[in-house]
């Protein structure tokens, strides 16, 4: 944690409520968000009991599995989540917009919006996870045959919650502790922070309360119920137990009037244990919305509505489900991406955000001040030309650890390469930095006008801003993959062992 | 136990400390550990509040009710449900399908054919009588079982009944299942088979993966029967290492009830309870320091009359005086582990503890322990400590560049098409 994150949570302990710690929202929110709140059967590994889900507040939708170690059931439960889903996902293929060709790809279509499951937490996350690699790999026919949304609605849960949920910058799947404190420090800690309603008292406490104290009295499971996916033990024992039993003793007894009874009961149960949470999600999402989107917010999802787009693209021409585990050569290219997102997302968030930038400051790979000196006329010769290498003096308060050499960019000239010349203390105090423009002035032997800092003027320079960017590892084709990583793989075919999963 | 015993703590030794720890607890029978308590030792070992309760043999469960601060465990019939249900299976026909697991794909171990004991139950046991469940009768079935064992024999031992000693106490512990001796793949025939402690856990591995939180437990908790059974062996005068240092974790794979069988390396673990029950008895230096009105009595007399309440020794409040004598070393992470951690947590919050926001806030904010101090170093109201110059200066410069990054305008967005 940077000294800056832990200091916001010292004063957020104090005020008794949240402090920001970015000054925009670094994540998407959709118009029209898919909340989506699993509830997991205790013990089980993948046994839904209930879903709440839609994308109208005020008309949620309840899935209950009335008893989810019944394979039938949980069946029926997946094709009626599919349902919501579907077309959910179908209605945000509707319009698409023209990509012009790059060296890499041809000029194709890319939808004009994508889905957004949001979830309370990581844990609901890891359910749809589940639910997913469950789902995808059952067929139509075989000895466990299921309606054909089933392996469908397996790969979009795959999609949304195992592919695309880990990747950083990432909109599509998000779980709501996550996003509120990566922009709020509260002064609790961040394994208590993983409890939804406590985390958003803090953020968003009721009139009249502190954060402290209403996010003490979320934690009670008698007060304010788990936002799941694990429900309360207590709730289990006292409520679910003696319902599902009645609801099995019923249906053994072939009294159906006593079986409606019974899910009539257990679905209100439920109902009460997620209505809280339904409320709260959907509060803590206009928490997001009232913060001002970050400059590449448009950007980043302008990615996601790309990924969606080949991701449908590649289930109409025939894709095989994702796989168990993925390939070698699949595995480091995933892990590149990975790696090279999260680069992507660190750096644009510390330019779009001064709150984030501050952090690098404290840490030392950023300062920020004032420029008191400008010799924009500084020219190099080298070889027959003079090339424009501005001078820049700066102060600044920051200590720069930095040594002489070390290549800079600045937030406000992002694709500027600026070297550092020299630091000597300041006789005010603080630091005076000398700073050679390198490059981002034109093409001229004298620079562009704008392209040099004024005096005058509040600056701040990073060095990772000024890093270049990874370029991706060479990887072979898959048809070239030696044998000792795998390859070359064989075309996939559905495998029986597959279809033949047990399920229960 | 005479209230005035301060000559007891001025004069330690093993029998003073023992004595101490009795008067501690007052007159209620130790709470014995289990391998659950056992494994929990290791986590935050560094508090000296669960060391003495847990040397006392303080019921720490009842004594955060008593002081108002609940623990909040529990676990879900379900899961009871499915777990039991899942060992019945395993251990099904005197746990054929078991033997059959390590002989499979893709452990290939060389297993002989094993005689099957249940050291749950008595050999002549009269079916009408109730089952006897003596712990020290099926301690030395358990013993004479694993002499058997020693001599050569191949037995399987289910319900085995452990002994360890913790903190002077004797601690039982039942392994989930058994010892059974078996060789690696590969091994040579003629190499000793050696003996495995299976644990039964009912959680998935999907795909290879399971939960780590779920299996690092199971590997601590595994760790403390593979040191009991190695104690055994010891008393008996066998070489301990004829217990392996892997132990075989056997859950249902994928979403099927269809059991697999995991080898799983526990030295790890092993070394780090040991290192804990070694260190228990030597906390007569910490009780000799004790105030010696510091007091966990936990007992409440029968009521002088019906339907009154009875008389407890100790109230709340001289309860909890007791434990804010004794000091804790809160953590989050605590919630997880040790009953008294709403108590401890509520108490690190109102001493405005850096704890009380996680280990990572205390060490980013350079180990300063109090949060007001490090906000007063941080706005410079109050000058560095001794040693913190260096979390000083860190301190003024995260408030300088936060204060100063308020003030500032982030980027506005430029249109969607802006970067590359």
């Known amino acids: 944690m940077s000294t800056l994150t832990a200091l916001a949570r010292a004063r957020a302990a104090r005020a008794g409520r949240a402090v920001p710690i970015t000054a925009?929202?670094?994540?998407?929110?959709?118009?029209?968000?898919?909340?989506?709140?699993?509830?997991?059967?205790?013990?089980e590994a993948a046994a839904p009991l209930a879903v709440m889900a839609g994308t109208d507040r005020g008309a949620p939708t309840l899935l209950v599995v009335a008893q989810p170690r019944n394979r039938d059931q949980r069946f029926e439960f997946l094709t009626a989540f599919a349902e919501l889903l579907v077309p959910y996902i179908d209605a945000r293929r509707q319009h698409t917009e023209?990509?012009?060709?790059?060296?890499?790809?041809?000029?194709?279509?890319?939808?004009?919006?994508a889905p957004q499951l949001i979830l309370p937490n990581p844990g609901g996350?890891?359910?749809?996870?589940?639910?997913?690699?469950?789902?995808?790999?059952?067929?139509?026919?075989?000895p466990y045959p299921v309606d054909a949304r089933v392996p469908l609605l397996g790969r979009y849960l795959t999609w949304f919650a195992d592919d695309r949920a880990p990747m950083p910058g990432s909109s599509v799947c998000l779980a709501l502790t996550s996003v509120l404190a990566q922009h709020w420090a509260t002064g609790q800690s961040a394994l208590e922070d993983q409890h939804l309603p406590a985390l958003l008292s803090w953020i968003d406490p009721p009139d009249g309360m502190s954060g402290a104290a209403a996010a003490l009295l979320a934690e009670d499971p008698d007060v304010v119920p788990p936002a799941g996916p694990a429900t309360d033990p207590a709730f289990d024992t006292g409520v679910l137990a003696p319902l599902v039993r009645a609801q099995e003793e019923a249906r053994a007894a072939d009294d159906m009037r006593a079986v409606a009874k019974a899910e009539e009961e257990l679905r209100a149960a439920l109902a009460a244990q997620l209505e809280p949470t339904w409320e709260t999600v959907w509060r803590g999402i206009d928490v997001l919305r009232a913060l001002p989107a970050a400059a590449s917010d448009e950007l980043r999802w302008q990615v996601d509505r790309g990924r969606f787009t080949d991701f449908m693209t590649g289930i109409e021409d025939g894709a095989p489900p994702q796989p168990k585990r993925p390939s070698a050569v699949a595995a480091a290219r995933r892990l590149a991406d990975l790696e090279s997102a999260q680069q992507s997302y660190d750096r644009t968030q510390a330019i779009d955000d001064p709150l984030v930038l501050a952090r690098y400051r404290v840490g030392g790979e950023a300062f920020a001040g004032r420029i008191t000196f400008v010799d924009a006329e500084r020219q190099e010769i080298k070889g027959k030309r003079a090339w424009p290498r501005p001078l820049v003096v700066m102060q600044t308060q920051d200590e720069v650890i930095l040594r002489p050499g070390v290549k800079l960019a600045s937030p406000a000239r992002v694709n500027q390469t600026v070297r550092l010349r020299a630091v000597r203390p300041a006789e005010a105090g603080g630091f005076e930095v000398e700073l050679e423009l390198q490059s981002g002035m034109g093409r001229g032997k004298t620079p562009?006008?704008?392209?040099?800092?004024?005096?005058?003027?509040?600056?701040?320079?990073a060095t990772f801003l000024a890093e270049q960017r990874g370029t991706r590892p060479e990887l072979p084709d898959a048809d070239q993959t030696p044998w000792t990583h795998g390859g070359p793989p064989w075309p996939h075919v559905a495998r029986a062992e597959d279809q033949a999963e047990e399920w229960r | 136990m005479s209230p005035s015993v301060p000559q007891a703590t001025a004069a330690p030794g093993p029998a003073g400390t023992a004595a101490r720890l009795d008067a501690l607890r007052g007159p209620v029978p130790p709470r014995s550990h289990d391998a659950r308590t056992i494994a929990a030792l290791t986590v935050n070992p560094g508090c000296s509040r669960r060391a003495v309760l847990d040397a006392a043999g303080v019921d720490k469960r009842k004594l955060a009710e008593r002081i108002g601060f609940p623990a909040r465990y529990g676990q879900s019939p379900f899961a009871i449900t499915r777990g039991l249900a899942f060992e019945k299976q395993v251990k099904a026909d005197n746990c054929a399908a078991l033997l059959e697991l390590l002989r499979a794909e893709p452990l290939h171990f060389d297993v002989p054919e094993h005689?099957?004991?249940?050291?749950?139950?008595?050999?002549?046991?009269?079916?009408?009588?109730?089952?006897?469940?003596?712990?020290?009768?099926?301690?030395?079935?358990?013993?004479?079982?694993?002499a058997r064992v020693a001599a050569g024999e191949p037995l399987l031992a289910d319900h085995p009944l452990l002994r360890l000693d913790v903190g002077g106490r004797a601690a039982y512990v039942e392994p989930d299942v058994?010892?059974?001796?078996?060789?690696?793949?590969?091994?040579?025939?003629?190499?000793?088979?050696?003996?495995?402690?299976?644990?039964?856990?009912?959680?998935?591995?999907?795909?290879?993966?399971?939960?780590?939180?779920?299996?690092?437990?199971?590997?601590?908790?595994?760790?403390?029967?593979?040191?009991?059974?190695?104690?055994?062996?010891?008393?008996?005068?066998?070489d301990p290492a004829i217990v392996a240092d892997d132990v075989l974790l056997i859950c249902p794979t994928d979403f099927a009830n269809k059991p697999s069988a995991h080898l799983l390396d526990v030295r790890r673990q092993i070394a780090a309870v040991e290192r804990q029950l070694a260190r228990l008895p030597r906390i007569g230096a910490l009780i000799a320091e004790l105030d010696p009105a510091v007091d966990f009595d936990l007992a409440v007399d029968p009521p002088e009359a019906k339907g009154e309440p009875g008389r407890e020794h100790r109230s709340?409040?001289?309860?909890?005086?007791?434990?804010?004598?004794?000091?804790a070393r809160y953590a989050p992470e605590c919630v997880t582990n040790c009953e008294m951690a709403f108590h401890c947590r509520s108490e690190a919050r109102a001493a405005g503890a850096a704890d009380a926001l996680g280990r990572s806030v205390r060490d980013s904010l350079g180990g300063i322990e109090s949060l007001s101090e490090a906000l007063e170093v941080a706005d410079g109201t109050a000058g560095a400590g001794s040693?913190?110059?260096?979390?000083?200066?860190?301190?003024?410069?995260?408030?300088?560049?936060?204060?100063?990054?308020?003030?500032?305008?982030?980027?506005?967005?430029d249109g969607p098409e802006a970067d590359g």
């Open chain 2, 115 to 146: 005689e099957y004991v249940d050291l749950g139950v008595e050999p002549e046991a009269d079916p009408a009588a109730p089952a006897s469940l003596d712990r020290a009768a099926r301690y030395e079935r358990t013993r004479q079982a694993f």
């Open chain 1, 125 to 142: 996350v890891e359910a749809l996870r589940l639910l997913g690699r469950s789902a995808r790999f059952r067929t139509v026919d075989g």
């Open chain 2, 178 to 238: 058994v010892a059974l001796s078996a060789r690696p793949a590969g091994a040579s025939a003629s190499a000793p088979a050696r003996l495995y402690v299976a644990e039964v856990k009912s959680f998935a591995v999907i795909d290879g993966q399971a939960d780590p939180a779920k299996v690092g437990a199971a590997a601590t908790q595994a760790a403390v029967y593979v040191l009991a059974l190695r104690r055994l062996f010891t008393e008996l005068g066998v």
């Open chain 1, 448 to 461: 562009e006008a704008g392209s040099v800092p004024a005096v005058g003027e509040e600056r701040c320079y």
């Open chain 2, 387 to 413: 040693g913190q110059h260096e979390a000083a200066r860190l301190l003024r410069a995260a408030a300088r560049a936060y204060d100063e990054a308020l003030r500032v305008v982030p980027r506005a967005a």
């Open chain 1, 98 to 113: 023209t990509v012009e060709a790059t060296r890499s790809r041809e000029e194709w279509e890319r939808c004009t919006d």
């Open chain 1, 24 to 43: 925009v929202r670094h994540v998407h929110v959709s118009d029209e968000p898919l909340v989506v709140i699993p509830l997991m059967q205790a013990g």
């Open chain 2, 316 to 327: 709340a409040v001289e309860l909890a005086k007791s434990l804010t004598m004794v000091e």
